[in-house]
Every structure is written in structure tokens, then in C-alpha cells.
């Protein structure tokens, strides 16, 4: 460990291993948002436990969080256990690549995601997210997980390729098989190794042969067209790097992939939580309802009215806070090294958790209380910075944020101009990789009423 202050730091206690270990890991694997909170109440922001036989750390304090992943970043990686399992679909893309494929792949894609760049995208975003909305009040009702996944697959493909979603319902298909079973094995302790021909595994295989073959496809139709498409997937074929060349075939149908993945699941679980709350927050749902009326009336926003959706910004960060898509990410300490004043060896697991940062009393007063008014523009939000990471920080942080905010106002916007949406029960939250429902939400979504003087009424349910 490379520190002058090595005298202070204190070695960190991982609990036991071996079969007297085993009671945290079970538990970690059954209800991890549980243990992590209670290791957080009872170790504070660096608290030690084991997976198994592996020493592992949570980290949930600001200046700590930033120590791993900004001021000293250099000291951890990905953690192996993560790149292992996501590897055979993910490749040399953004989502797990290091060192200088990453550097030399982000300073390309990164650029196609600036707050300046991307309100070119607010049309297809409203325009996509308008008829889904239509189709849940057509229908009645709604499954609202499978509604909102439905809904930015398609605003997805709108973005990367510019066509419908329903020429490629097979990949889209392939897609969801994809991620499901990379969930299922990063969420339990034993899962059978890719060489071991079972069905699942011999499905995801061909799974992934069909999307990387997709993905190809519509690389190849591009650069056969320049100019025709005025999408994601043509930027990045125009993208050169610092000696002027373009990406690889590869790189680009990892990159596809890669962007299909971050953009779709990460969307989906935000836009869910966001309905879920507003369902659940009826006052609140009024008030961004009564702002978004105002502004849109019955059309689909523009860019130019995204200015005047403030409330329904901070709507969508406020359910981001409760409710953070990812809400928790790993690294591994690629040297003996030190988080806070904690001794960590070489190859500890490193989990960075904003979930439970978002509900501490020590970041936020009255945690658990949904308010969106503590990111109002006129409100002291030094806090943001360090406190509020949804998206996480330093080299590896979202590329896509600007983006996701917009969709996030988009739909907070559209929803609540469109109608009430109410959904059936309490949502308890799981953690697989994103943050997602334990079990299936219905929601019924009404139209705004219109009164005989012309004037919308809000319908307003209140909680149970
Ligand atoms: C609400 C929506 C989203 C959330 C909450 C979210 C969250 C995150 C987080 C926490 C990370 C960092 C993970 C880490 O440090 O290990 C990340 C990385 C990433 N996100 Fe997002 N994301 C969202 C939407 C998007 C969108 C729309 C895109 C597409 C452009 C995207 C593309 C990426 C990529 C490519 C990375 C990897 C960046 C790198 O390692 O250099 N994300 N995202």
C-alpha cells in the first residue's frame, strides 16, 4: 500500500468464514437490500462481511464512495466475478471493458450522449413513449414491469437503429432471454458454467449468436447507406479515434449490444419506480400533473418545453433517490489498499451501494419520505454531487445520464398529462442486478378527465 498514512489505518474485520460464515451469505443471496442495510447500521459507511470464503466490503458513505471510485480509483477494477459472468455478451463493450479499450471506446461513444447532443432525441422518446401510454389506457389495464420494458425497448431501438420495434420482435425476444439469464446468474451462489450444455445455457448461446448476427446486420445496412438513418448506430460508425480510425466490426456489434443493454434495463426499472411513487404520492402526482397540463396540454413535449417541466425533473430524481436503478455496483481491489480507515487487501470484493447512501439519515433528513422539492433549482444541492449517485462517478460513470433524465421528465410529463395511473398493491423492491418489483404490479391508468368548461381535472386516488 502505497500511503503515508498507513499508521492509522485499521485492519477490517470480514466476520466469520467457512460453515459459521455461511448464515451472511445465504442471507446475502435471499434478500441482499436487507443485509446490506443492517451491515451499514452496524459497521457504518465501510463495513466488512464475506461471500462465502471471499472477503468482501460495503462501501456507503460519500467521501468513501469517492475515494473508490474517483480519487483512487486506480486501485480497484472490476470485480472478476462480474466480468466473468457478463462476458460472453457484453465482450469489449463499455459495460465491462478497462484499461485502454475502455478509454479508447468511451472517448468515441461518449460524445454521443452530451446534454447538448441529446435533446436531438426528445422526439422519439415522446413520440414512442405517447403510444405505449395510449396502449396501457386502451387496454384497461397494465402488468406496469412488462408495460414500461415493452416501452423503452421500443424507445431503445428508436434511438440505436430508427425503425419499429416490431420487425425485430425476435431479437428483442433473444434480448430478454439474454439479460434474464445473466441476472439469474449473478443472483445466486451456483449457476452451471457456459461449457455445460444444458438447455438454458444452449438457448442463451444461440440467443446471443441471433443478436450479435441483428447487430451486425444493421451496422452493415448503414455503412452501405450513409446519410439514410439519422440515428445512434450511424454515429458511431462515423466516430474516428485519436490516430483517425473508425471502430471495428467487433467493437461496433459489442458497442450495439452494450448501449441496447445499459440504456434498456437501468430505463425500465427507473420508469416503473417513477409510476410506482406517483401512484403511491397522489399530492405530489397532482402538483407535476398540473405543471405538466399547463405546458403540454394534449401534445408530446419538444425540446424547447423541457425548461418548463422543472417539477417533473425532480419527480423523476426524487424516485431515482428511493429507488436508484442500480443500487449497487462492484469493484475489486486490485492491490492491498485502504477505503476510509480500513486496511483492504488484494482482491476484496468492493460493493459501492447508493441504495442505501439514498436512504441514510446521515445524507438525507427524512430519508424515507418521497420529496421531490429536495432537488427544486432554488434549494441548496451541494449535496448532489457526493450524496446522489444514481449514476455512479469517475471513469466509469453512466454515459448515458443526460440521456435518462430526459426520459425519465419525458415520461413523468406524458403520464401524468395523459392521466392517473394507480397501481394495485405495495411494490416490495428485489435486487438482481437493477433494482426490480418482487412480484408482478398491476396498474390501472384512467384518462384525465375533461370537464364541461374545457378544464382537465386530475383524478387522485389516495394511498392505502
Ligand atoms: C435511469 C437510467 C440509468 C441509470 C440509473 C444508469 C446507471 C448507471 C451506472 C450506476 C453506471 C456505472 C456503473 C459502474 O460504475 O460500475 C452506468 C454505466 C453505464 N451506463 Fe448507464 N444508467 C442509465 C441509463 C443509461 C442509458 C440510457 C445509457 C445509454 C446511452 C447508459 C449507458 C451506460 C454505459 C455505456 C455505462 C458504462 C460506462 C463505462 O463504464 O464507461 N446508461 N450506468
Not at 472517448?107 to 413513449?129: E, G, N, Q, S, W
Not at 444452449?202 to 452501405?224: E, G, H, N, S, T
Amino acid at each position: 500500500m502505497n500511503d503515508d498514512r498507513a499508521g492509522e489505518i485499521e485492519r477490517l474485520d470480514h466476520g466469520r468464514s467457512g460453515v459459521l460464515g455461511l448464515g451472511t451469505t445465504l442471507r446475502w443471496f435471499r434478500d441482499p437490500l436487507a443485509v446490506m442495510g443492517r451491515l451499514a447500521d452496524e459497521q457504518g459507511p465501510v463495513a466488512g462481511f464475506r461471500i462465502g470464503m471471499f472477503p468482501a466490503v460495503l462501501v456507503t458513505g460519500p467521501a468513501e464512495i469517492n475515494e473508490v471510485l474517483v480519487s483512487r480509483a486506480a486501485e480497484f477494477r472490476r470485480a472478476r466475478a462480474v466480468t466473468g459472468t457478463l462476458w460472453p455478451a457484453l465482450r469489449e463493450g463499455l459495460i465491462i471493458s478497462e484499461g485502454e479499450v475502455h478509454r479508447t471506446q468511451r472517448a468515441m461513444v461518449a460524445p454521443l450522449f452530451t446534454a447538448r447532443r441529446v435533446p436531438k432525441y426528445v422526439d422519439v422518446m415522446a413520440t414512442r413513449m405517447h403510444t405505449h401510454l395510449r396502449k396501457w389506457q386502451a387496454a384497461g389495464e397494465v402488468d406496469l414491469l412488462a408495460g414500461v420494458q415493452e416501452m423503452m425497448h421500443d424507445v431503445v431501438a428508436g434511438l440505436l437503429i430508427d425503425e419499429p420495434l416490431d420487425a425485430h420482435r425476435d431479437v428483442v425476444e433473444a434480448a430478454t432471454r439474454i439479460f434474464d439469464w445473466e441476472m439469474r446468474a449473478m443472483s445466486r451462489p451456483i449457476v452451471a458454467p457456459l461449457n455445460i450444455p444444458t438447455k438454458r445455457n444452449r438457448d442463451f448461446i444461440q440467443d446471443l449468436a441471433l443478436v450479435r448476427d441483428w447487430a451486425a446486420r444493421a451496422i452493415d445496412a448503414r455503412r452501405r447507406n450513409p446519410g439514410r438513418h439519422d440515428d445512434i448506430v450511424s454515429a458511431m460508425l462515423a466516430q474516428r479515434d485519436r490516430d483517425g480510425a473508425p471502430m471495428s466490426e467487433d467493437r461496433l456489434v459489442d458497442e450495439v449490444i452494450n448501449l441496447w443493454a445499459a440504456a434498456h434495463e437501468t430505463s425500465a426499472d427507473a420508469m416503473f419506480w417513477t409510476a410506482y411513487a406517483l401512484s403511491r404520492h397522489p399530492a405530489i402526482a397532482e402538483s407535476a400533473a398540473a405543471e405538466a397540463i399547463r405546458v403540454l396540454g394534449d401534445a408530446t413535449p419538444t425540446a424547447e418545453d423541457l425548461g418548463q417541466l422543472p417539477y417533473c425533473l425532480q419527480v423523476f430524481k426524487e424516485s431515482m433517490r428511493l429507488y436508484p436503478p442500480s443500487p449497487a455496483f462492484l469493484r475489486e481491489a486490485a492491490s492491498e489498499t485502504r477505503i476510509g480507515g480500513y486496511a483492504i487487501a488484494e482482491g476484496t470484493i468492493v460493493f459501492i451501494a447508493p441504495y442505501v447512501m439514498h436512504r441514510s439519515a446521515r445524507q438525507f433528513p427524512d430519508p424515507e419520505t418521497f420529496d421531490p422539492d429536495r432537488f427544486a433549482q432554488e434549494a441548496d444541492r451541494s449535496w448532489e454531487r457526493l450524496s446522489y449517485l444514481p449514476f455512479g462517478a469517475g471513469e466509469h460513470v453512466c454515459i448515458g445520464s443526460a440521456l435518462a433524465l430526459l426520459e425519465g421528465q419525458i415520461f413523468t410529463a406524458l403520464l401524468l398529462a395523459g392521466g392517473t395511473l394507480r397501481v394495485d398493491r405495495d411494490a416490495a423492491m428485489k435486487l438482481t442486478i437493477n433494482l426490480r418489483p418482487k412480484r408482478e404490479a398491476r396498474a390501472i391508468y384512467l384518462p384525465r378527465q375533461v370537464s364541461s368548461r374545457g378544464r382537465s381535472r386530475i383524478e387522485v386516488s389516495e394511498p392505502r
